[in-house]
């Protein structure tokens, strides 16, 4: 027996609870886990309020992120005891996931436990954490680098944008943080930002092309944000998009593009490949450490997951929130 969020959608409607469960519930899988921490991200939010079409089958255990211990495997590269990390790869959506204090998982989701952190502070940092790392990452493949000029992060009190602006700042970028909440300009600051943009001249329609102003864009909010952004870009620059929290619409031109050569780099966290997690996660060891964390996150017991749910999409949340199991 154990306990977890079982979200049902029947003909009486839609239900989220905190529940008792027993273990022949539990989906497929080779690896049987203990969930000792796990996180609210915005698709859990979604989730947990029935306020977005995450879920794909019912019943379902949301949480896209956990960290833990292993109880039982049948795959010779995970025992007993062995620590685990997961992000994404369908959990929480047409897999059970980890708000929950036990999951059976696939093998191949899992990526150790990283030496670095323990499993609160790996799930400080979650999908939120690796995504900001992927962007990172991708912007240097691009050939983006800190001598070439500032980089902008919106949405940068969010928890992509939290973990992106302390990930840049700590590569040696000149961080342009962008956000409509400008009572959190010491929190900003903090994590390494060194200029404060107010979203609002972001979110509003704009011009097809606007003054040369960022070298490399992380961008977690989409929208008109990301079309200013682009247009706002320099020649060659490049532009990391990975949200949509203002929603999936794209109103630009091809201007950004063939006019001054910007590049616009797709991140998707879900179905990036064991190398790819492995190096991000890699990154954030090297560059984040216990302090940064502290910063950004707040934990809660399981039972408050619903309404701290709210409270993140009614924009209230600062950070990341971490989910003690």
């Keep these: 027996m154990f306990t977890a969020w079982r979200l049902e959608q029947t003909d009486q409607g839609f239900k989220a609870a905190l529940v008792p469960c027993e273990d022949s519930e539990l989906p497929d899988g080779d690896?049987?886990?203990?969930?000792?921490y796990s996180t609210l991200n915005y698709k859990d939010a979604l989730a947990l309020t029935n306020r977005g079409p995450v879920v794909r089958r019912w019943p379902m255990v949301p949480g896209i992120d956990g960290a833990g211990t292993v109880i039982e495997s049948k795959h010779p590269d995970w025992r007993a005891g062995d620590r685990w990390l997961l992000n994404g790869w369908g959990v929480g959506e047409t897999h059970w996931g980890c708000l929950s204090q036990r999951a059976r998982l696939r093998a191949d989701w899992l990526i150790p436990l990283p030496?670095?952190?323990?499993?609160?502070?790996a799930m400080a940092l979650g999908?939120?954490?690796?995504?900001?790392?992927?962007?990172?990452?991708a912007l240097e493949?691009?050939?983006?680098?800190p001598s070439q000029g500032t980089v902008l992060v919106t949405g940068a009190t969010g928890g992509v944008g939290s973990v992106a602006v302390a990930l840049l700042?700590?590569?040696?970028?000149?961080?342009?943080?962008?956000?409509g909440k400008l009572q959190e300009e010491a929190y900003l600051r903090a994590l390494g930002a060194s200029e404060i943009v107010d979203r609002n001249t972001l979110s509003s329609p704009g011009?097809?092309?606007?003054?040369?102003?960022?070298a490399a864009v992380v961008d977690t909010v989409g929208s008109h944000t990301l079309a200013n952004a682009c247009a706002q870009t320099r020649w060659g620059g490049v532009v990391a998009a990975c949200g949509?929290?203002?929603g999936m619409d794209f109103p630009t031109t091809v201007a950004p593009f063939i006019l001054r050569g910007i590049t616009l780099a797709g991140i998707d966290s879900v179905m990036q490949p064991r190398d790819a997690r492995l190096k991000a996660?890699?990154?954030l060891s090297e560059q984040i450490d216990a302090a940064v964390l502290d910063r950004i996150m707040q934990e809660i017991p399981l039972d408050q997951a619903a309404t701290a749910a709210q409270n993140l999409l009614d924009g209230q949340v600062r950070g990341r929130i971490v989910v003690k199991i």
């Design 127 to 137: 999908t939120a954490g690796y995504t900001a790392a992927l962007c990172v990452l």
């Design 169 to 179: 700042a700590a590569s040696g970028w000149t961080v342009a943080a962008s956000t």
């Design 244 to 246: 949509l929290a203002a």
């Design 31 to 36: 690896v049987a886990v203990a969930v000792e």
């Design 281 to 283: 996660w890699q990154r």
């Design 207 to 214: 011009k097809p092309l606007q003054k040369e102003r960022w």
């Design 141 to 145: 493949r691009q050939g983006a680098q």
């Design 115 to 121: 030496k670095a952190f323990t499993a609160r502070q």
